[in-house]
């Protein structure tokens, strides 16, 4: 895994435990997790096409029993193998190229038809939005932590980016922090 950061693998799993509790939640309701990787990438000689990442106690080589797990897989796998042909199947742009026929009829309807183009359009216009607000709010922030940095005072930050002062002293800190 020479190009994918332990860390990165790491934090994403991390999100999705975030969300999974309200707060105040007990901790024993944190659901058994499982997030699968497809990193299209090449991989170090001799590392495997899929690699189970669980934690383990150092001192006695026993799961730690988290119940969490990250599997890896490399989309650049070409074994003849069925993850091997489903990962063939993901770099595919005809459906008639495809090992798989579930996957293959989905991927007709998605861009053969009228009805899937229409849906894919929808969905990559979403896609578009997120990032486009994504964008919006990086650069909010950015300009808040320049005038904060030019010592400009919170409130007039706040109102010149559309934000609370508390938003603004949330930033601040995460600032300060890093």
């Known amino acids: 895994m020479n190009h994918t950061n332990p860390k990165r693998l790491r934090y994403h799993s991390s999100i999705i435990d975030v ?3 309200y707060t105040g939640e007990e901790f024993e309701k944190l659901p058994e997790s499982k997030v699968i990787f497809i990193v299209d990438e090449e991989s170090d000689a001799g590392v495997e096409p899929i690699l189970h990442i669980k934690r383990t106690v150092r001192e006695t080589g026993g799961d730690y029993n988290d119940k969490s797990e990250i599997i890896y897989i490399n989309a650049r796998m070409k074994e003849d193998t069925e993850l091997g042909r489903l990962m063939h199947d993901f770099h595919c742009t005809k459906a008639e190229d495809m090992y798989s026929e579930v996957l293959a009829k989905r991927v007709r309807v998605l861009k053969e038809t009228r009805e899937g183009v229409e849906t894919m359009c929808k969905e990559m216009d979403k896609i578009y939005q997120v990032g486009e607000e994504s964008g919006k709010e990086k650069g909010k922030y950015e300009t808040a932590m320049k005038l904060l940095e030019l010592g400009a005072r919170e409130d007039m930050i706040a ?8 938003e603004i002293k949330r930033w601040k800190n995460d600032m300060k922090r890093q």
């Open 159 to 166: 109102e010149a980016v559309g934000h609370s002062v508390e």
């Open 19 to 21: 969300h999974s509790l």
